[in-house]
């Protein structure tokens, strides 16, 4: 784990919020020069605290108006392995993340389709044939919201 002070923690944030302030507007904002905002956000990035930048997609308005969650229990547990299930399910385009998870089910996914008879056939004829596949619990997202969390 690494050292952070307050001016860290102030960059993560506003970092986390828009990655693409300059380091001058930083610095301003926070009462450093440019080279050594830069400087801390570089320790930072080769510590592996920041790990790059990602854009937010509306998938809304890209036309995946549907957004949903499955649960997904593996038949065969020790049948399957494990590696061929995960390469399998990234490899279907409208999986956005697939997450190993402790508990009921033994992978959560978070699927986009354009509508539900699109998500319908993506789950009959892709996540139903998938290696291992056994019971499926579908959740659909009616509303969702970026809370401000600790980091």
């Avoid at 997609?57 to 995946?64: I, N």
């Avoid at 399910?89 to 992978?107: F, K």
């Avoid at 499926?136 to 997202?141: I, K, R, S």
């Amino acid at each position: 784990m690494i050292e952070l002070d307050d001016i860290d923690r102030q960059l993560i944030a506003s970092l986390a919020r828009n990655a693409r302030q300059s380091a001058s507007a930083l610095g301003k904002r926070y009462g450093l020069s440019q080279p050594a905002t830069w400087r801390r956000i570089k320790r930072l990035e080769e510590t592996g605290v920041l790990g790059g930048q990602r854009l937010r997609l509306d998938a809304e308005k890209l036309g995946f108006g549907v957004t949903v969650f499955l649960g997904i229990k593996l038949a065969r547990k020790g049948h399957v392995s494990l590696e061929d299930f995960e390469r399998a399910v990234a490899a279907i385009p409208e999986v956005q993340t697939v997450e190993h998870i402790l508990g009921l089910y033994d992978y959560r996914l978070r699927v986009v389709a354009r509508d539900l008879p699109d998500f319908e056939r993506v789950l009959r004829r892709r996540i139903m044939t998938l290696p291992g596949a056994g019971e499926v619990e579908a959740n659909v997202l009616l509303s969702e919201e970026r809370l401000a969390g600790p980091l």
